[in-house]
């Protein structure tokens, strides 16, 4: 059974930072690309950022780039996102998730919360 | 950032079957095609199709995924209590190099 499992989240003032983890275990974790992916409150879902399997590219959405940082180590199948500068607007459900031809393994979901 | 379009909601009877619609461009459904999510409230995402419109193991066969174009779409049949759920499409944009999801269809049922 594939399993990540999402931690980190919290209460955060604006302007804050948080590190959020994702353990990896079932599978091959170094075999795949890692994406992060949030859920305003009431809203769709959003794609914000993905790490190649080697670790070597990442990518952001545009509402997060230069703010977060996605990263990963294989050796303890772990994947990050370093979260700085918090806005109200990246309150909601972060989700680590396994890219497998769509995406296919999700986590149960960290909860962020940043208030003024 | 540019994403695919779904209906925000519909309704149908216990029974019946229900056809979900996602509508990108040649850039991402038109391309590879739309993989599908069920979520109830409260929980994580679960795939039911991945994007050749196979399904993993463990999702019923009443789920069936297909492309026409830049149209995706999934068909519940035999819709029961529990596929009340909101239902998203995702497909990876090769101009954009990145996943975009749809916003979502609410399926009452």
């Known amino acids: 059974q594939e399993w990540l499992v999402e931690s980190g989240g919290g209460s955060v003032k604006s302007g804050g930072s948080l590190r959020l983890s994702c353990g990896a275990s079932g599978f091959r974790f170094g075999d795949y690309y890692m994406s992060w992916i949030r859920q305003a409150p009431g809203k769709g879902l959003e794609w914000i950022s993905f790490?190649?399997?080697?670790?070597?590219?990442?990518k952001y959405a545009d509402s997060v780039m230069g703010r977060f940082t996605v990263s990963r180590d294989n050796a303890k199948n772990l994947l990050f996102l370093q979260m700085n500068n918090l806005r109200g607007d990246d309150t909601g459900v972060y989700y680590c998730?396994?890219?497998?031809?769509?995406?296919?393994?999700w986590g149960q979901g960290t909860t962020v919360s940043v208030s003024s | 950032q540019a994403g695919l379009t779904q209906p925000p909601s519909m309704s149908n009877d216990l029974g019946q079957t229900a056809t979900l619609t996602c509508t990108g461009n040649n850039n991402n459904v038109g391309n590879e095609g739309a993989s599908w999510l069920q979520q109830h409230q409260g929980h994580p995402p679960k795939l039911l199709s991945y994007r050749k419109n196979n399904r993993p193991s463990g999702v019923s066969q009443r789920f069936s995924a297909s492309r026409s174009g830049n149209t995706a779409s999934l068909t519940i049949t035999g819709l029961q209590p529990d596929d009340e759920a909101d239902y998203y499409c995702?497909?990876?944009?090769?101009?954009?190099?990145?996943?975009?999801f749809g916003g979502g269809t609410k399926l009452t049922v």
């Open positions: 995702v497909a990876w944009d090769s101009t954009l190099s990145f996943w975009v």
């Open positions: 790490i190649t399997s080697s670790g070597t590219f990442t």
């Open positions: 998730a396994r890219e497998l031809d769509g995406i296919d393994v």
